[in-house]
Structure formats: C-alpha cells, structure tokens
C-alpha cells in the first residue's frame, strides 16, 4: 500500500481516466457500522471501475484522536477485507500544504485573516439571536468592511483565517445518489478554514486533501450534505475542477431513529468479537441501502462486478439484526470447517475451557455449525465435548428411571461388542436395543443423551457418541449405571 503523496499545487485533475475515491475517518474511536458501510461503498465503486482507493485519517481533532482508534480503525478495515491503494495519509503531517494553500487564497482575495474574538463572536450571535436573526459571522473582517470600521489588527493575538464565500446567487451540484441539489449562497457564511494555530477546519483540510490526492468521486454519509457547498466554493476559487458527490442516506434502527449504542453493536470490532464472520457483515452492509435485484446472498467479487451508486437507495436504511444473523448463519454454514475450528479454538480458550481430552475441533465444528448463529454461540455448543458431561442436578432422578435402566444396560453391553466405534455402527446398536426393549427412540435417547453429556438436548446421539469417543462414553455409562 503507497503511502507517497504528490503535495504539487494544481488544476483538480477531474477528467482524469483514473477513478479514485477515498474513505476518511477521524480516530476518535472504533470504526462503527456507519463508516464502514461508507467505506465500503467507496471501496467498491473504485474496484468497480478498475480505479484506486485512497485511506485518509482526519485526525485534527487533537483532543480526541488516539493512535488507539487508528490501529482499530485499520484492523476493522482489514478484517472485513477492505484493502487500500494508499495510505493512510495523516492529515497533522500535512499542516504545512494547508497554510499554503490559504496563503495562495488570500493572495487571490478568496481569504482573510479575523481577529474576532469568542467573546466577541458570542456576543454578536446573541444579538442576531435577539433580533430573530439566524446566528452567524457577520463578515466584519472582510478587508472592505474592516476598513471602513476602522478595525486595526491587534498585535497580541494570531488571526484565523477566513473564507470570503459569494453572497450572491447559489451553489449547487448533481449528486451522483440523491440528484440535484443547490443552496443559497447567503444561507452561508465565511467558514473559518484556518485556526490560529496553523490547523485547518474539516471543509478546509478535506478539500486540499481531495486536490492533492486527485480524488475524482466523493462518496460519503448524508450528514455530509451541508459542508458539501462550502467545499465546492473553496475548490472553484482555486480553479479546481470538482469531483462527483455521492452522499448515502444514513442508517436507522428499528426504532427509526439514527443507530446508535443504544441499538446494541455499532462497532465492526464488537461484531467481530460477537462471533460474526466478515464476509457475513459486508454482504449485509452491502445490502443496506443498495441492491441488486432480489440478491440477498452475494460475495465481495460480486459486490464489486454489480456496484453502481445508482443502485443506492435516497432513503434511510433500516438495520436489523435478526437478519445478520440469518446471513451469518448461512456464511456459517458455508465456510471451512479448519477456519471455524481455529475461531472456535480462539472462544473457547477466552472461555476458560480445556480442550484435552477431547475430541479434535474440526469434526465438532463440522456436527454443530449447522445449527450456530455466530462463533460464540458455535463456542458455547462446543463445550458439549470438552466438560465432564455431569448432569445438572435432578436431572438423572427425572431421567433415568427404573423403565429405562434395563435397555440402557443392554446399550452398554452393545456398544462394549462394536468392532468399530462410528456412527453406523452405534446407530445399529441403538436400533437393536430399540427393538429388543420396545422402547421408542425419544424413550431411550432422552437419558443417554443426560447420561452421557449431561444435557437433555444435543445433535444426533449417534454424531455426539462417535466424537466423545468409546471410552469416554463407557466410562460415564458405567459411572452412572452402577452407581447404585
């Protein structure tokens, strides 16, 4: 993955034949659903159309932004398999590119420089407050109105630097999801696009970024809409050709309301630690907002020979958990069983359980999946085979009674004789006591299963004896039968 960067001013470069989008989150925490569903999308679109991915990291929030985000920023990005082309490019790397940009803009006299105070600028909102006015910088650092003020710079403190936006006419766009779409230029004021302190604002950073890193599609959540006019004013008073905006509704929860952790998991870590497999999570953040038909079931190679924004819904998308848990369990069902041995492993160690003696993962793994809805839940169905198999309390008095004791004593006796300890042969044996005792198989089953598990319920008893392995399954039968 490049990390280089051209920082050489110059024309955007929009009718270039190279596609790049890029994704930039800001590390002041985990990578949530919202994000990578941005991510996503914008991964796709580049690998759709034979294009480049760039990673951005917007970390001027200096308050907020840990190098611990950013490494769980980037393992969520890798884990859900979404690779980049360069990156990740630091934006408080760059702070020297940001000042000469604005510096070439007030050269132009497309910026300022304003002394206003906070006092001053509190004050001056609650007057417009007071006179039903809609709060915002009136201006009174434009060069033309500060001269005729008579406002005199003041040594004793450095300026932000201002954007001088037209206040006049509109600016507009066609975005590439929600069609046209235009904003009054007065509606908008002079954005501060440099702090004092030499670190630029979000609409300022972004769009220098976007020029040097020649992004030609911007695709990101619809919270973004209101910045997109500013950003549009800065890039045409460099003389920059814009790129294509594509804002993607956001995603509410059940309750209709934008999710949130009160909606449970919005993390990509914490449904990683949840048990739930990437590719399950992709193709259902995929299927969040846009679509392909009726397709629910698709592979990442997929998503991108199918993805176009014009697919993308303008509405907000609903999340629902029941179904990624429905995907996660066909992805389940489908994957390898080696690979789900090594996860379960994982859980199960984090669990505190012992897996010797036991039987090898994989053939468990490969009896219990069909049933699982997550890596954890598979985990917990494990134990079955790595426990003592003693029955909770009660459960052998309800279970092995007087009627039921003889056949299974006959069992014993049968599966003492197999020749060879598999599935067909302890089915036979099953059947044959069966037969001989009149029993029905639940009759039967029901206290083999608690004899020798513990459990009044687990897979085919034939499937869970065959992994347990003869002696154990003796072992405990002998236990249990000849404690009286």
């Not at 951005?56 to 398999?81: C, K, P």
């Not at 008579?150 to 509109?170: K, N, S």
């Not at 809409?225 to 890039?235: D, E, F, G, S």
């Not at 300890?421 to 009149?438: R, T």
Request: hydrophobic share 40%; net charge negative; proline share 6%.
């Amino acid at each position: 993955m490049a990390t280089a960067l051209d920082v050489q001013y110059g024309p955007f470069p929009g009718t270039q034949s190279m596609i790049r989008t890029r994704f930039a989150p800001s590390p002041t925490g985990y990578l949530h659903i919202g994000g990578a569903r941005t991510a996503l999308f914008s991964w796709a679109y580049a690998r759709r159309h034979g294009g480049q991915f760039v990673l951005r990291i917007e970390d001027t929030d200096l308050e907020r932004s840990t190098q611990a985000s950013v490494d769980a920023i980037l393992d969520s990005m890798r884990w859900l398999g979404i690779d980049w082309d360069e990156g990740p490019h630091f934006q408080m790397q760059r702070l020297g590119r940001y000042r000469e940009v604005a510096d070439r803009l007030i050269a132009a006299g497309h910026a300022y420089p304003c002394w206003a105070t906070r006092e001053e600028l509190d004050a001056m909102r609650e007057d417009q407050r007071a006179r039903g006015v809609k709060p915002r910088y009136d201006g009174r650092w434009r060069p033309e109105r500060a001269k005729a003020a008579g406002l005199v710079p003041p040594a004793d403190r450095a300026p932000v630097i201002r954007f001088l936006t037209p206040e006049e006419g509109q600016v507009g766009w066609d975005d590439l999801v929600k069609g046209p779409i235009s904003f009054p230029n007065i509606e908008l004021d002079d954005l501060v696009i440099l702090r004092a302190d030499g670190v630029p604002t979000y609409n300022f950073g972004v769009v220098v970024d976007d020029l040097d890193m020649r992004i030609t599609h911007v695709i990101r959540g619809d919270d973004h809409v209101n910045n997109t006019p500013r950003q549009i004013h800065i890039l045409r008073a460099l003389g920059a050709a814009l790129p294509r905006y594509g804002h993607v509704p956001m995603i509410l929860g059940a309750d209709g309301e934008r999710l949130s952790k009160r909606h449970g998991a919005v993390s990509v870590t914490q449904y990683r630690d949840d048990g739930y497999l990437p590719e399950a999570l992709v193709n259902y953040l995929a299927r969040l907002g846009w679509s392909h038909g009726d397709d629910e079931i698709f592979s990442m190679q997929q998503l991108v020979e199918w993805f176009e924004l014009g697919h993308v819904s303008r509405s907000a998308a609903q999340f629902n958990p029941e179904k990624l848990s429905w995907l996660n369990q066909h992805y389940l069902k489908q994957a390898d069983d080696a690979r789900l041995a090594a996860l379960v492993r994982t859980e199960l160690e984090r669990m505190g359980v012992a897996l010797s003696p036991g039987p090898e993962l994989e053939p468990v793994v490969a009896l219990l999946k069909d049933r699982a809805t997550s890596i954890v839940h598979l985990a917990e169905a494990a134990t079955l085979f790595y426990g003592d198999g003693l029955p909770e309390p009660g459960a052998l008095q309800q279970h092995l009674t007087d009627a039921v004791r003889p056949a299974l004593r006959m069992l014993k006796a049968r599966l003492t004789e197999i020749a060879a300890w598999d599935k067909s042969s302890i089915s036979a044996a099953v059947k044959s006591v069966l037969a001989s005792s009149g029993l029905k198989m639940p009759q039967l089953a029901m206290p083999l299963r608690v004899l020798v598990t513990g459990r009044a319920q687990t897979p085919s008893i034939d499937a869970v004896l065959e992994l347990l392995g003869r002696e154990t399954v003796l072992a405990r039968l002998t236990h249990h039968l000849d404690a009286d």
